[in-house]
């Protein structure tokens, strides 16, 4: 790993100045569990991913760090650990999905220091895109090693060019909480909501998210559940200590006497974004969940496009829905 300028901004408006002044050269860090630890090792290097030679630190920014609860809606600093999003007592209480998949993350010393922010825009684990000697379609290189490589953890929805899954199990939470992102810029902050920050290879293979190289995350915000509302988080995962999703499903939906109104059933570890299963929303539509959700839950199959090796992960797709839909209700 080479060096780095490390640049401690004290406020949002000043971390988007310096990632203006110094380019592609520079980007934002939190803990630096994955951009200092992972991805600053020299060979996950590639077209539109420079060698980070500057670093602004955005944990020294105050109103970027903390939970707040007011005006029916709950907002996280993205430079705030998962640490306290799991230690938060409101959160736990309101939004225990929330907390439940920040818990699931890594292990108790690396949520100490990685952020909310770093975990839903940390780069995907692909081993090739990671490894070395693989220059592939993400680092700018011209095929996917993937589609004839060892497959076995990578997407079975969605997947086209570049067949990642998305890492971040908070962000599965957060999509089916229907949250919202701040992001700032040099042109000032906007909110978007979690159903488009994420961005697939299609649109470009080089980055996952609508982030411009000079904006950032500044938090995230996440309504007050409607009266009547479930919600169950489950990750399954390949190791018992910590270990990323081999396939995860958050459900937050409305009901009335067992019947679905509303909701949203969002899978992580399948796809390059995190996926919602409209499929499986809509075929609940109106109908007595306990009774539908095996139907509905099976309807993920005809959304999965499995690879050579990774068809198993479409079964405990199935099998993780109906189980979360069911214990949502318990
Ligand atoms: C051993 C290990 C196990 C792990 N297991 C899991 C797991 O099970 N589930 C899971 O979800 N993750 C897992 N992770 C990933 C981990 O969650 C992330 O590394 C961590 O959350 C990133 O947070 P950070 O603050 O350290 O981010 P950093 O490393 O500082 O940043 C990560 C990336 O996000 C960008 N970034 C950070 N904050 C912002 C912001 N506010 N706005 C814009 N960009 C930003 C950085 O530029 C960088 O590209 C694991 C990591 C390790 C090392
Ligand atoms: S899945 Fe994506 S990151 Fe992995 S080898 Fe293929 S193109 Fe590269």
Partial sequence: MKSFELYDATSVQEAVALLSKFGPTSKVVAGGSDLVTGIMKDWVRGKGMPYPEKLIDITTIPEMVGIKVANNALTVGAATTLSSIVDSADIKKTWPILSQSAESVASPLIRNFATLGGNINQRPRCWFFRGENF?????????????TGDNRYHAIIGGELCYIVHPSDTATALLALNAKATIAGPSGQREVPFDTYFTGPREDVLRENLLKHDELLVNVTVPQPAANTRMAFFKLKDRQVYDFALCSVAAVFTEENGVWKDGRVVLGGVSPVPYRAKVVEEALAGKNI??????AAGRIRTVARPMSLNGYKVDIAVGLIERVLTSALV
Avoid: L, R, S
């Fill in 135 to 147: 220059a592939c379609y993400k680092k700018g290189g011209d095929f996917c090693f993937a589609v």
């Fill in 290 to 295: 306990k009774q539908a959700a095996k139907d």
